[in-house]
């Protein structure tokens, strides 16, 4: 079993919401701060919202601010992006990746070797 599955991704128009899972197996969010990660060709990995181990703080970029919120269900143990009012520049492939022992901010803003990425899922915002 993969440590870190996404789903939910698609086609969206504008102004259009999605929610994305991450299904985490095999190690505790206690341990390992989480985050939610874009990428498209050509361009610079993004970290777009994370999660410290614990759970207790959490980072959002200034262009999601107010639209996307990262989440988890403990019980299932997952994590989600929901993300609302989506622009076209919200386009790309989202993956979600954790580290053992980190904030929110320095997951998302510091390129780590995560100690688990996930596969991605595509996100196309278009008309």
């Known amino acids: 079993q993969l440590p870190l599955v996404e789903s939910g991704g698609g086609l969206v128009q504008p102004g259009g919401s999605l929610r994305l899972s991450c299904a985490v197996s095999?190690?505790?969010?206690?341990?390992?701060?989480i985050g939610w990660f874009r990428q498209e060709p050509g361009k610079e990995q993004e970290g777009v919202s994370c999660?410290?181990?614990?759970?207790?703080?959490?980072y959002y970029r200034d262009s999601v601010k107010g639209r996307f919120t990262i989440d988890t269900d403990v019980a299932k143990n997952t994590v989600y992006l929901q993300m609302n009012n989506l622009r076209p520049e919200d386009t790309g492939v989202y993956f979600c990746a954790a580290l053992w022992n980190v904030g929110a901010r320095t997951l998302c803003v510091v390129n780590y070797s995560y100690d688990y990425r996930g596969q991605g899922t595509q996100v196309t915002v278009s008309s």
């Open positions: 095999g190690f505790s969010l206690d341990d390992y701060g």
């Open positions: 999660m410290n181990s614990g759970g207790s703080s959490t």
